[in-house]
């Protein structure tokens, strides 16, 4: 799913192409897309884009008279900027929005339609999107402290929750905790203050050294393939390469259809954290170090 530098990313590569320009017609390829009836989408026809905004992992347009177009990509949907008109090819294609100078097209991979478009009025309207997550950039350390710990989670699903942090999910989050040197599995309100301090500025310059950089790369072309597994991440999407800090193997965790990924080393003085797919089956038996578990690669 695009996070907060890969949406700053799609803005940046926006706004230059987009902004003051007539939207001029909207072509739908999957009626799915849609979730609103009332305005309609035809009335955002012939008016100009004003504004882009993030909205969480959302990009809002907007466009005269305070109409709003809020779209969500979800896991698999991504943006492609194409010639004027450009045909709707095959069905990961969901809708193109199209301008004098070129059409935005929106497609989404695999079967699941989970990509969303509302239409709305006014900025009331538009703040029913606000999942209530603090901006980490705006915020200070306080602030930081008092979102994560309102109520005791995981760093890993604290720094994932929309209603406390905007922007982050899955892959940054492994970023951040490596950065901070600290378990994804670490309660929030067992942190002390020196892993507040970490865990706060390492949050920041994480995010703010791949928004610099997906943005450059923005501003020379049109992100067009926008992953969750950049080369350059630290331990994220990386299991079984060596850590860039310690050179020690990239651990996961594995659950539903996601994982996160960590260095033991750095992370977790060495533990082996419990993999619930495997664990069940392991029991007691189960590594809990680097040494114990290489031991049973070994077997």
């Known amino acids: 799913m695009p996070e907060l530098p890969d949406i700053s990313a799609y803005i940046t590569a926006l706004e230059p192409r987009i902004i003051g320009q007539p939207l001029e017609h909207v072509r739908l390829q999957s009626a799915f897309l849609v979730r609103t009836a009332q ?11 004003r504004e882009l905004r993030r909205i969480g992992k959302r990009i809002a347009f907007g466009l005269d008279n305070d109409l709003w177009l809020v779209l969500h990509l979800m896991i698999a949907g991504r943006l492609h900027w194409r010639p004027a008109n450009a045909k709707l090819a095959g069905r990961q294609s969901l809708a193109a929005f199209d301008f004098p100078n070129g059409s935005l097209v929106l497609t989404e991979a695999g079967s699941k339609r ?34 994560l710990t309102a109520e005791n989670h995981t760093l890993k699903r604290a720094l994932t929750d929309p209603r406390l942090l905007s922007g982050i999910g899955n892959a940054y989050s492994d970023e951040i905790l490596h950065a901070a040197q600290l ?6 309100q ?12 390492a949050t920041q310059q994480t995010l703010k050294l791949w928004i610099d950089q997906l943005r450059a790369e923005a501003n020379a072309a049109f992100p067009e393939k926008v992953t969750a597994f950049r080369k350059g991440m630290a331990v994220h999407g990386r299991y079984g390469e060596p850590c860039p800090r310690c050179g020690d193997k990239v651990l996961r965790i ?28 392991l ?4 590594p809990r170090t680097l040494e114990e578990l290489e031991a049973l690669k070994r077997r």
């Open 39 to 49: 305005p309609p989408l035809a009335d955002a026809e012939d008016r100009t884009v």
């Open 114 to 147: 989970r990509a969303s478009l509302h239409v709305v009025q006014g900025e009331d309207a538009l703040s029913s999107f606000e999942a209530g997550g603090i901006d980490v950039f705006s915020s200070n350390l306080d602030s930081f402290r008092a979102a």
């Open 183 to 188: 378990s994804p599995l670490t309660q929030t």
């Open 190 to 201: 067992k942190l002390k203050p020196p892993d507040w301090e970490k865990l706060f500025a």
């Open 254 to 281: 594995r659950y539903a259809d996601k994982e996160t990924n960590y260095c033991a080393q750095c992370q977790t003085g060495g533990k082996v954290l419990a993999d619930r797919s495997l664990s069940r089956l």
């Open 283 to 286: 029991g007691s038996d189960w």
